[in-house]
């Protein structure tokens, strides 16, 4: 049985390795084949700081909030294996800042260590009035991607470089589960207005001594158009651009000054940081993630589909942070396709 | 007394800071600070320079706290100022653990670091052999940087700085008019304080940048510092030793310790071994002198024996020094209206 997973970001090869963790022993034929026209480190997950953190309001998407703490906590039994260096995965603290009081968000009892902000830590922040503690998890795209690949490539998984034009180009050359995770460029295989570019800008820094992340919010603005500070293993990242329907990655001077200008006055040090690098991207927007499967029209044995569809796209700036959610509940899908298609001796087990 | 000429011995973080902190209550004082070693060679550069108090037997509890809330309130300053990098202060988060329940939940200090607060048994359970912790930010100062920085702004100010070996105070009484004894450990020969003791510490600095947040056990001997550019493992707390030498066997158990509070140490790269000798007492001895021989008075203030907190306490005791030379320049000026009259 041949999968094709189309993208190799931060979904598609965590879509992959947890469909072959649950499924290679099951199905003994089944061969994963992963095919993408970018890979670490020039995909959109490498460019993201890592920081495991939805956002402030899941709009009632109880899913996601459910995917993001099935992440969390699969991140957190890592935390201490030898593996996690490796993998970049690390606890870090820090801040949310508000200009105006907000309710707590769906992760407050998620993270670890929640609270508000003391009036004397709020004097760190001049012009904020109300803000959150609390500890997470760092999750480096540059790390985990690569540790992501050396898995894939010792359970035997092909990679393929090379963009696909159409789910039938894959499909039909015998493949019978394609895994579309690919993020922005989903709307070139199938068309999603749902799906829209967020675009976003950051400067790397050298500043080894922020140890804290610092997520500031304006609520009139948006998510991620205010500034932010997120220390990683070997740079700083400094960002706080969020434009919707914008689709150039270009580095725009304009951005870069308002970065700049606004993590300075957050934190007066930084003007003595070195900048080793900017990076622009496109988060892949969409109301929802859409994770839902999708049959590739008929086949030859009727009521039995030529090929199936699991689309797992539309994280936004949330995909590191919902990734592992996502791939269980992708997995979810293969072993219902797998159920029709009878392909195992025995029934699965009904997973919660 | 135009310009009281004052000496400061000991150029480590407790005689840069009080150098300082006299320039600043008496600017027309000319300041000279004469040390045997400067930065990066003191007993300071070993020190991971965590702002978490120790507690002195026989200075008065708010006393400490007094010394720690201003040290405290002029790094906290610092650190979030444009010069907080090049003077090595910066705000870290973390967690003190306990194997057992502390007798006080509660520390003298638990108000004056930021978000004090017990963990939560979330947090716990990344420490299983750990049964109650606190969590808080604090600040750490890293040296050489902090020390430098003291040491720039000394010499903005005008003070000199020499390498010199002072063998005895008086070898001092021609050439100063006061002299400020901040000699640490130094202070067991140079004054013949039988009271101060080593107490010998072993520290590695290693290379682990993805360590971002302090892990300190409570019997204060396993502790896990992230600083700017090394991550200060540490230690071990050694009565009245006296060696310098770092010791292979210490450095392993202070590695096997360390990583089985952060299992990810055992990725560390470029372990260095730095060993330093904690100039202790049961208190702090901030306090004013008159030596006198053979009809000659020299007037000197120590500032001394900070063992295992002198970063906590160091602006408070460097303040309180400061206002000892005061009184030593006021009952000189006195003494010398006296002469003349």
Redesign the interface.
């Known amino acids: 049985m041949r999968v094709a997973i189309l993208g190799a970001g931060v979904i598609g090869l965590s879509s992959a390795l947890c469909i072959h963790e649950q499924f290679h022993s099951l199905v003994p034929s089944l061969e994963l084949e992963v095919y993408a026209d970018h890979f670490t480190p020039h995909t959109t997950s490498d460019g993201a700081a890592g920081l495991w953190q939805p956002y402030l309001s899941d709009h009632g998407n109880l899913q996601e909030t459910l995917w993001n703490k099935e992440t969390f906590d699969y991140l957190l039994r890592h935390l201490h294996s030898p593996a996690a260096k490796e993998m970049g995965l690390f606890l870090i603290s820090g801040y949310n800042l508000f200009t105006e009081p907000v309710p707590d968000p769906s992760w407050r009892n998620i993270v670890l260590g929640f609270r508000n902000l003391t009036p004397k830590e709020l004097e760190l922040f001049p012009g904020y009035s109300h803000g959150w503690f609390n500890t997470a998890l760092m999750l480096e795209g540059r790390s985990y991607l690569p540790w992501l690949t050396n898995r894939l490539t010792q359970r035997g998984v092909k990679f393929f470089h090379k963009k696909v034009e159409s789910f039938q180009e894959v499909s039909g050359g015998g493949v019978d589960v394609v895994l579309n995770c690919t993020g922005m460029r989903a709307g070139d295989l199938q068309p999603d207005p749902e799906l829209q570019p967020g675009r976003g800008q950051i400067i790397k820094v050298l500043a080894p001594w922020v140890k804290h992340f610092i997520i500031t919010h304006d609520l009139k603005s948006g998510i991620y158009n205010s500034p932010y500070v997120i220390p990683g293993s070997e740079f700083t990242v400094l960002g706080g651009i969020y434009q919707h329907g914008n689709w150039s990655q270009e580095i725009s001077a304009k951005d870069h000054k308002s970065i700049w200008d606004s993590c300075c006055r957050l934190l007066p040090a930084l003007q003595k940081a070195k900048i080793v690098g900017e990076w622009s991207g496109l988060r892949p927007a969409r109301p929802w993630v859409r994770l839902e499967r999708e049959s590739l029209g008929q086949g030859e044995v009727p009521a039995q589909p030529r090929g199936w569809v699991i689309h797992n796209y539309g994280h936004g700036g949330f995909g590191i942070t919902i990734h592992w959610g996502c791939a269980m509940a992708a997995a979810r899908l293969f072993g219902s396709i797998l159920q029709e298609k009878k392909h195992l001796a025995r029934p699965l087990q009904p997973r919660l | 007394m135009a310009s009281p000429k004052v000496a400061v011995v000991g150029a480590g973080l407790i005689g840069l800071s009080t150098a300082l902190c006299v320039t600043e209550t008496c600017p027309s004082c000319s300041v000279t600070v004469l040390s045997e070693h400067f930065s990066p060679n003191t007993t300071s550069d070993v020190a991971a320079g965590m702002l978490i108090p120790h507690t002195y037997p026989d200075t008065p509890i708010h006393t400490q706290k007094q010394w720690f809330k201003e040290t405290f309130t002029y790094l906290f300053a610092i650190?979030?100022?444009?010069?907080?990098?090049?003077a090595?202060i910066?705000?870290?988060?973390?967690w003190q653990v306990f194997k057992s329940t502390p007798k006080e939940e509660l520390p003298f200090w638990s108000d004056i670091v930021?978000?004090f607060?017990p963990?939560?048994q979330?947090?716990l359970q990344?420490f299983p052999q750990h049964r109650f912790g606190q969590?808080f930010?604090t600040l750490k100062c890293?040296c050489p940087p902090y020390l430098l920085w003291l040491e720039k702004r000394l010499k903005a100010t005008g003070a000199q700085m020499f390498t010199r070996k002072v063998s005895d105070l008086w070898e001092l009484h021609s050439e100063y008019d006061i002299v400020v004894n901040c000699t640490g450990m130094g202070a067991h020969q140079l004054v013949g304080d039988k009271k101060l003791l080593p107490v010998r510490g072993q520290v590695l600095k290693v290379h682990a940048?993805?360590?971002?947040?302090f892990i300190r056990d409570g019997d204060g001997l396993t502790y896990i510092y992230?600083g700017?550019?090394w991550v200060t493992l540490g230690g071990t707390r050694e009565k009245e030793s006296w060696s310098l030498s770092p010791d292979p066997g210490t450095t392993k158990d202070i590695f096997d310790r360390c990583c089985s509070l952060e299992?990810?140490l055992?990725?560390a790269q470029d372990v260095e071994v730095k060993v330093g000798l904690r100039p202790s007492r049961q208190c702090v001895r901030v306090q004013r002198e008159v030596l006198s021989q053979g009809g000659v008075k020299l007037p000197v203030v120590h500032n001394y024996g900070h063992g295992a907190g002198g970063f906590s306490v160091h602006r408070g005791t460097a303040k309180e020094a400061a206002r000892l030379v005061e009184e030593c320049i006021s009952a000189l000026q006195a003494s010398s209206l006296t002469a003349k009259l």
């Open positions: 650190s979030n100022s444009a010069e907080a990098s090049e090595g910066h705000l870290v988060s973390g930021l978000g607060r963990m939560s979330a947090e990344k969590a930010t890293d940048p993805w360590v971002k947040n992230p700017i550019h299992p990810s055992q990725g």
